[in-house]
């Protein structure tokens, strides 16, 4: 069984079109608590950000935020966590984020959960780490995104193997079940001897 301490969760500053997102994101913030694993998250207060740090702490869970110093002048900090570390630009939160984490969760997002998530199942592709990578699929909201994934490996572009590694599904319990037993299966890329300069590997 994987020892989680402490779970990034990637989400939108927005809450989204239907209260089924909110909704999941503080059922999900709810069993991060009772299962006594810290919340790292982007430090905002509003949105999804918010939704699912506040119900970590009304369950008394621990949340750490990390925020670039823009965004906190900008007022969109939460000044209500255990803990909110300030860094000067995105490329220090996005590294910071991975380093305070044990695991990577994906809620409905925009382009910055986009961003985020995929460079770590980028690290993770390039063996840079062996984290847990999942998508919780709230009203379908990333099916088309693994159907995307999927075609990926049929166009010959990601592995199988590397595919595979990446959970996506709705449930809640099914998805703290797949971290706990989560074993990371490292596949390099492409890139060969021969593939470089012809030369059999």
């Not at 709810?30 to 509003?46: C, P």
């Not at 965004?71 to 490329?91: D, F, R």
């Not at 984020?97 to 460079?119: K, N, R």
Request: with cysteine; glycine share 10%.
């Amino acid at each position: 069984m994987r020892d989680i301490k402490s779970l990034c969760v990637y989400c939108g500053s927005s809450s989204g079109s239907h209260p089924a997102y909110a909704e999941a994101a503080a059922a999900f913030g709810t069993r991060m608590a009772k299962e006594g694993i810290a919340l790292v998250y982007g430090g905002g207060k509003v949105g999804l950000m918010g939704t699912v740090a506040d119900a970590v702490l009304a369950a008394g869970g621990k949340v750490i935020g990390v925020i670039p110093r823009q965004l906190v002048e900008k007022e969109v900090a939460h000044t209500g966590l255990s803990e909110l570390q300030v860094v000067e630009t995105m490329h220090e939160r996005k590294t910071r984020m991975y380093e305070l984490s044990d695991a990577f969760v994906a809620l409905p997002g925009g382009f910055g959960t986009m961003d985020e998530m995929f460079e770590m199942l980028t690290w993770a592709q390039l063996g840079l780490h062996g984290y847990p990578c999942a998508y919780l699929d709230v009203r379908g909201f990333y099916r088309n995104l693994a159907a995307t994934m999927d075609h990926m490996v049929s166009e010959g572009f990601v592995k199988a193997t590397q595919r595979d590694q990446v959970w996506f599904g709705e449930s809640i319990d099914a998805l703290f079940d797949w971290m706990k037993n989560f074993e990371s299966t490292f596949t390099p890329k492409w890139i060969t001897a021969t593939s470089v300069d012809g030369t059999p590997a």
